[in-house]
């Protein structure tokens, strides 16, 4: 089983449209927990962290939900620019290895 | 400016040849990392270590090998023995405990001549 499950997609999604992505976990043990934001052909940098109380950051909010392991992020009124693979992440802090999920891709359509 | 840097953004290899990649980091991160990921996939984990002169092999080692002699430098060799080696090379780092996040440099797009 993979630590981290994420469906691929493709989310094809108009302009101004909410849109919510799911990650599942293995470990229990897992501490922290990451959304990641990948564009073609570049690195992936950090969109947010996952906080067990539930975070908001503008347009994006990650949630955490612990019993049943997994992990949300929701965009409320999609940009274009928006548009990229969204990775999932989880660290255990034993060995501090980071897991990666395969990302969901989402495009924005005009 | 701190940050990741790797280099060369992107490398040419031969049949036979032995290739090395370059990241170095001046954040003061303990922690590095390498990942490697093919087109359309998600990031396989080849290396990692947690503090200079020690370092630990992860899901794809095989056909690589890593050195960690400074904490700001942690090289990967990409070895002949490494069949197929084409791929986009990411190298991160990240602070040591709890709620630590993982910086990437821009990474290295590696292909075979």
């Known amino acids: 089983r993979k630590e981290v499950e994420q469906d691929p997609g493709p989310f094809n999604v108009p302009e101004g449209a909410t849109v919510a992505f799911n990650c599942t976990y293995s470990?229990?043990?897992?501490?922290?927990f990451f959304w990641y934001r990948q564009d073609c052909r570049k690195e992936p940098k950090l969109l947010m962290s996952v906080y067990s109380s539930g975070n908001e950051d503008g347009r994006f909010t990650a949630q955490l939900n612990r019993a049943s392991q997994y992990i949300s992020l929701l965009i409320r009124d999609s940009k274009l620019s928006d548009s990229a693979t969204y990775l999932c992440?989880?660290?255990?802090?034993?060995?501090?290895?980071?897991?990666f999920g395969t990302g969901t891709s989402l495009t924005v359509i005009p | 400016d701190g940050g990741i840097t790797q280099s060369p953004k992107y490398l040419f290899r031969k049949e036979g040849q032995n290739v090395t990649l370059s990241c170095e980091q001046n954040l003061n991160h303990d922690a590095m990392y390498w990942y490697r990921q093919d087109p359309g996939q998600g990031l396989r984990l080849i290396y990692y270590?947690?503090?200079?002169?020690?370092?630990q092999k992860g899901d794809i080692a095989e056909g690589y090998s890593v050195s960690r002699e400074k904490k700001e430098s942690f090289p990967l060799t990409v070895t002949s023995a490494q069949k197929n080696p084409t791929a986009f090379y990411l190298c991160?780092?990240?602070?040591?405990?709890?709620?630590?996040?993982?910086?990437f440099g821009a990474g290295t797009r590696l292909s075979v001549l």
């Open positions: 470990n229990s043990a897992s501490q922290s």
């Open positions: 270590s947690q503090i200079v002169n020690d370092f």
């Open positions: 991160a780092s990240a602070e040591r405990g709890a709620k630590n996040i993982q910086y």
């Open positions: 992440v989880v660290n255990t802090n034993t060995g501090n290895q980071f897991y």
